[in-house]
């Protein structure tokens, strides 16, 4: 039987006796997708589990239980599909299981690319046998949507605050029936931060019943404090937030009497010395068991937003995350530690990354950096075994490929990997081509080109795309087929080393050390070394990501194809 503390707790996730009995029937079963990672793996195998559990720019994540099922949203920002939904069976393990749109509104600005905006840290919920999920747009406001089946479909997104600047919402039921949703403020855009506010809610979600509270202020200890999560416990609010900046800061717990406070304050999590930087925001969940355990990111540059998993010991009223040194009272990150217990133990399973392109629908892996158009690509597996990618034009005055929006992308996966696809390419007309490219404020591809001299291989590299500044092609080399390999294999390199000072600026060090060698082949077996090595860089709050794309410049009747047969992340 539970105890009244642990009642309190799961109060966030359903707020009545009814809920918590009906909650199996509304998660309905979720198919595991049975793939594992060549790698990373964060599973031992032996009871223990490794940090991170996802090493993929999974940014902000928010978490829940409901039942036995675990489940688990993270920032999309302008790419799409947006709002991706994974699941676990415990807390180790996950796959991905779906989005919540294909087409992220309004769509008339996001059918362009908007770097760095869109969903920015959402939040999940679960209550009166619905899924509730707020996430904000920092240039437009704060948009719910919820939905009776965590897969949908999910409801259009509702603006219900039109506010900029206005982020990190967290909705909250009391026990007395009343609604709540706690904020943050973006300084870029509100021109506040560090700044924690409370609104009424309608007990349906659907608006706010006033203008906002100030119910934490952390401009003194706690600069940029954000990414509030509520929860209810032994009578205590607790409000967990990051603050301090997400490179260098440390989770803060709040807790009071009253939601609206005055609030005590404790620092629960912190860098200690760990090789985890941050640690930023996150979410906090219980087991069927009554542990409890914390979910957050840390920034890891070019790899992005990689996800975290620590114990937590509740200590006087406090949630201490991670191990406690001695001669304190802080938590630290953990490396390896005991995995969570959930009654039973599951097989091993990880994110989706390659794709044998052999079904009717893209994997859920793949995202796009603006709304796709309906004839970017076709799946074709079913009839052809391939993804077939049309060759898109580029408007004229496009610098680069920063403002480009097909490319099909997915993140990186761990700090070492290979990222392998075989295409055939059949262009219609000169100037067509098609690629393997690592995506980023700097990026860099290998592509198959149609020119008036036949088909050439080359590598093409842009440093601060994000400017506007033009690409560099390395020397064109010519290929006797329309069927080639490429592989990028990215390698993570000590940025201090003369292997990585001697590709990268010192304006680029900073962003990351993962170093990427393109190459190329035709028969899949011998690869040449095209261009020089790369030093990938994040984009606008995401991670690089590696992908693959088909454009043309000029105007054509009809454009050409490239057939992409498989894309595979290996070692």
């Known amino acids: 039987m539970k105890s009244v503390a642990q009642f309190l707790f799961l109060s966030c996730f359903a707020t009545t006796v009814h809920a918590q009995q009906s909650l199996k029937k509304a998660a309905l079963p979720v198919a595991s997708s049975n793939y594992v990672s060549k790698v990373w793996v964060a599973d031992n195998g032996d009871g223990t589990y490794k940090n991170p559990i996802i090493h993929a720019d999974y940014s902000d994540p928010d978490a829940i239980r409901v039942g036995d099922d675990y489940y688990l949203v993270a920032s999309s920002f302008n790419y799409v599909p947006g709002l991706p939904i994974l699941h676990s069976k415990d807390l180790v393990n996950w796959t ?28 999940i919920r679960y209550h009166n046998g619905e899924f509730y999920l707020y996430y904000p747009d920092p240039d437009l406001g704060i948009y719910m949507v919820k939905a009776k089946n965590i897969t949908g479909p999910w409801s259009e997104p509702l603006l219900i605050k039109k506010a900029k600047g206005w982020i990190d919402p967290c909705p909250f039921w009391d026990e007395d029936g ?18 924690l506010i409370i609104n009424r809610m309608s007990v349906d979600g659907r608006q706010l019943l006033d203008d906002g509270a100030l119910i934490f202020d952390g401009h003194a200890k706690h600069p940029t404090v954000e990414g ?8 205590y609010y607790y409000i967990l937030a990051p603050a301090g900046g997400v490179g260098t800061g440390w989770q803060l717990a709040l807790r009071s009497k009253n939601i609206y406070g005055p609030y005590e304050e404790k620092i629960v999590l912190e860098n200690g010395g760990s090789i985890t930087n941050g640690p930023h925001q996150g979410a906090l969940v219980e087991t069927q068991t009554g542990e409890s355990w914390f979910l957050h990111f840390q920034d890891k540059d070019a790899y992005g937003r990689i996800v975290h998993l620590e114990p937590v010991k509740w200590v006087d009223g406090w949630p201490i995350m991670g191990v406690v040194k001695d001669g304190t009272n802080v938590g630290n990150p953990v490396q390896v530690y005991k995995k969570p217990n959930v009654g039973k133990t599951y097989p091993i399973e990880t994110p989706q990354e390659s794709d044998d392109f052999n079904g009717n629908t893209l994997g859920l892996q793949w995202q796009w950096p603006a709304n796709p158009k309906s004839n970017f690509c076709f799946p074709a ?20 490929f ?6 099909l992308t997915q993140k990186f996966p761990a700090p070492n990997f290979t990222a392998v ?19 980023g404020i700097d990026y860099a591809y290998i592509s198959l080109k149609q020119t008036a001299a036949g088909l050439v291989v080359s590598q093409t590299k842009c440093i601060d795309a ?7 092609k390395t020397e064109a080399l010519p290929v006797k087929s329309n069927t080639v390999y490429f592989k990028v294999t990215v390698k993570n390199v000590d940025p201090a080393s003369a292997d990585y000072a001697k590709y990268n600026t010192a304006k680029n060090t900073k962003y990351g050390n993962a170093l990427c060698v393109f190459s190329y082949s035709e028969d899949g077996v011998n690869f040449t070394a095209v261009g020089e090595p790369f030093a990938a860089k994040c984009g606008k709050w995401v991670g690089a990501k590696v992908g693959i794309f088909a454009i043309r410049h000029g105007q054509t009747y009809e454009t050409g194809y490239a057939d992409y047969d498989w894309f595979r992340i290996e070692k």
Do not use: C
């Open 96 to 123: 991905i299981i779906g989005n919540v749109f294909t087409k992220q509104p309004p769509y008339d600005r996001y059918d362009t690319v908007q770097h760095g905006g869109g969903v920015w840290a959402p939040s």
């Open 178 to 195: 009343k609604a709540y949703l706690v904020n943050g403020m973006a300084g870029s855009r509100a021109g506040i931060k560090s700044s």
């Open 228 to 235: 509030p999560k509520v929860y209810k416990r032994n009578g």
């Open 381 to 400: 597996g079913s009839s052809y075994g391939f993804l077939r990618l049309y060759n898109m034009p580029v408007q004229d005055n496009t610098a680069n």
């Open 402 to 407: 920063w403002t480009v929006p097909n490319q």
């Open 421 to 439: 696809t075989k295409v055939t390419f059949t262009p219609r007309t000169d100037e067509e081509e098609t690629g393997l490219v690592i995506e």
């Open 466 to 472: 994000e400017h506007g500044k033009p690409e560099q």
